[in-house]
């Protein structure tokens, strides 16, 4: 049973007696959790609805890294088979005159540095995924209520209340900033 978003019940079974079980995250958990399995301290910090979002980016970034990958082998091993000297070893661009040696490095180059450029995302993906959990258990209490702002009003300013206190200053016109929190 929950009351609320995050709150439990819990029943005493021999008075029948309802009280509220606070739950507040450990950090170091949560950040131990998402580390071993992406998506676990989002759990452990009853997060489920950012699961999903975690492996999406996984599936797309690794989506990603396989399609760099399979055309950085497809213009390497048309490359080398045109170098090889091997009259048997006919790579599949042969007939294209579009596709010159020097064409063939070019992709070969692009597409080793966006296989190589997705997995140091999905690396930075990774390390996102233990800091969310761990900055999300240490806002777990923070309040986000309906008092949180700023207000900015007119006031009107005598001598002992200005900056600096300059003799001879006299009334004057002012702006009050407030933050409720």
Known sequence: MFSGENDPIA???????????????????????????PGMGQIYNRKYW??????????GLGWYMNFTNEQF????NALDFRIDGNPWTVDEFAGDPRYTGEVLTRYKDYYRRQRDFSIILTALFYALNVVDAAVDAHLFEFDVGEDLGL???????????????RPGSQMGLGVRFSVNF
């Open 73 to 76: 082998v497809r213009y390497r």
């Open 151 to 165: 207000k900015v009003e007119p006031s009107l300013m005598g001598p002992d209340q200005q900056i600096g206190r």
């Open 11 to 37: 029943i005493n079974i021999s008075t029948g007696d309802h009280s509220e079980i606070s739950f507040n995250p450990d950090p170091r958990k949560a950040s131990m959790y998402s580390a071993v399995l």
């Open 50 to 59: 950012k699961v999903p979002v975690i492996y999406a980016g996984f599936a």
